[in-house]
């Protein structure tokens, strides 16, 4: 059974940092790209940040470069978020996702795997 399950949200100030964490079992967590999306509410699901299968490549939507890191730690299973300098448009509910795809997929339907999500709330 593929589970992905989300930690590490919750309330953090402007210019705070939060780092998320992803646990995947049930499949081969070191084969797979993995990404990070959040949803706003009323907004469409984004894509964030990417790692591919090794970590050597990574991606970062514009509005979050410089501030958030994607990693991974393929003996742990996990793939992480660390955010900072956060901003009250960083608020979403922060999904991550598993891929088949070689390489750094970047739509939703390029993911086969979805996690339950963990709500990031930045007050101003």
């Known amino acids: 059974q593929v589970q992905l399950v989300e930690s590490g949200g919750g309330l953090a100030q402007t210019g705070g940092s939060l780092r998320l964490s992803c646990v995947a079992s049930?499949?081969?967590?070191?084969?797979?790209?993995m990404g990070w999306f959040r949803e706003a509410p009323g907004e469409e699901r984004e894509y964030v940040a990417g790692?591919?299968?090794?970590?050597?490549?990574?991606y970062y939507t514009d509005s979050v470069k410089g501030r958030f890191t994607i990693s991974r730690d393929n003996a742990k299973n996990t793939v992480y978020l660390q955010m900072n300098s956060l901003k009250p448009e960083d608020t979403a509910v922060y999904y991550c996702?598993?891929?088949?795809?070689?390489?750094?997929?970047?739509?939703?339907?390029?993911?086969?795997?979805w996690g339950q999500g963990t709500q990031v709330t930045v007050s101003s």
């Open positions: 996702a598993a891929s088949e795809i070689f390489g750094l997929p970047r739509f939703l339907n390029e993911y086969d795997h």
């Open positions: 049930g499949f081969t967590f070191s084969d797979s790209a």
């Open positions: 790692i591919s299968w090794g970590g050597a490549s990574t």
